[in-house]
T-cell receptor
Framework: AQSVAQPEDQVNVAEGNPLTVKCTYS??????LFWYVQYPNRGLQFLLK??????LVKGSYGFEAEFNKSQTSFHLKKPSALVSDSALYFC????????????FGTGTQLKVEL | DGGITQSPKYLFRKEGQNVTLSCEQN?????MYWYRQDPGQGLRLIYY???????QKGDIAEGYSVSREKKESFPLTVTSAQKNPTAFYLC????????????FGAGTRLSVL
């Protein structure tokens, strides 16, 4: 079955350190992948997307994501974490035959500590 | 100020009651979506609409109904048939077609009295 998975419920990182939030996918065709961020009691904000082309995608607020076809992964990264990056992060994908319907991972809570 | 407005922010439902959640957008988007968010489960699609007067069921449509009489509005009714309605409900919109960014409202938190 086609799916998007986030293997970590929570990631803790110290401010100033690099951060990685993991996402893996399983789709039968070309994957279209997205990252969104959600702050408490708010809607989701778009960070970046991968459609085709360069495997390293740059997005908002200094985030980037690396598409790896052989590992079927689309990990979110940032070179230097900020306390204000603490939020819930969702990976999502448009699955084959899904039109523009997004299938979301279960979310990863990122906590950046001083 | 462009965007998606959801109201109310908090809503309480009594047993056997239908309640309606409002979603309005001024982005001139053709497509609109309703999601339900539960802790640890991500977002699940309830209904979506690609064009006025047309909508399709998502993955968890049972106990919900929608209408799309105007391009800018996509209200969601949580009916008494939905036995576990307590959740955070998010509305989104996008331009029509595939692979388009969805923009989200701030959400409505529904609880059962």
């Amino acid at each position: 079955a086609q799916s998007v998975a986030q293997p970590e419920d929570q990631v803790n990182v110290a401010e100033g350190n690099p951060l990685t939030v993991k996402c893996t996918y399983s789709v039968s065709g070309n994957p279209y992948l997205f990252w969104y961020v959600q702050y408490p009691n708010r809607g989701l904000q778009f960070l970046l997307k991968y459609i085709t082309g360069d495997n390293l995608v740059k997005g908002s607020y200094g985030f980037e994501a690396e598409f790896n076809k052989s590992q079927t992964s689309f990990h979110l990264k940032k070179p230097s974490a900020l306390v204000s990056d603490s939020a819930l992060y969702f990976c999502a994908g448009i699955l084959t035959g899904g039109g523009n319907k997004l299938t979301f991972g279960t979310g990863t809570q990122l906590k950046v500590e001083l | 100020d462009g965007g998606i407005t959801q109201s109310p922010k908090y809503l309480f439902r009594k047993e056997g009651q239908n309640v309606t959640l409002s979603c309005e957008q001024n982005l001139n988007h053709d497509a609109m979506y309703w999601y339900r968010q539960d802790p640890g489960q991500g977002l699940r699609l309830i209904y979506y609409s690609q064009i006025v007067n047309d909508f399709q069921k998502g993955d968890i449509a049972e106990g919900y109904s929608v209408s799309r009489e105007k391009k800018e509005s996509f209200p969601l009714t949580v009916t008494s048939a939905q036995k576990n309605p307590t959740a955070f409900y998010l509305c989104a919109s996008s331009i029509a077609g595939t692979i388009n960014i969805q923009y989200f409202g701030a959400g409505t938190r529904l609880s059962v009295l």
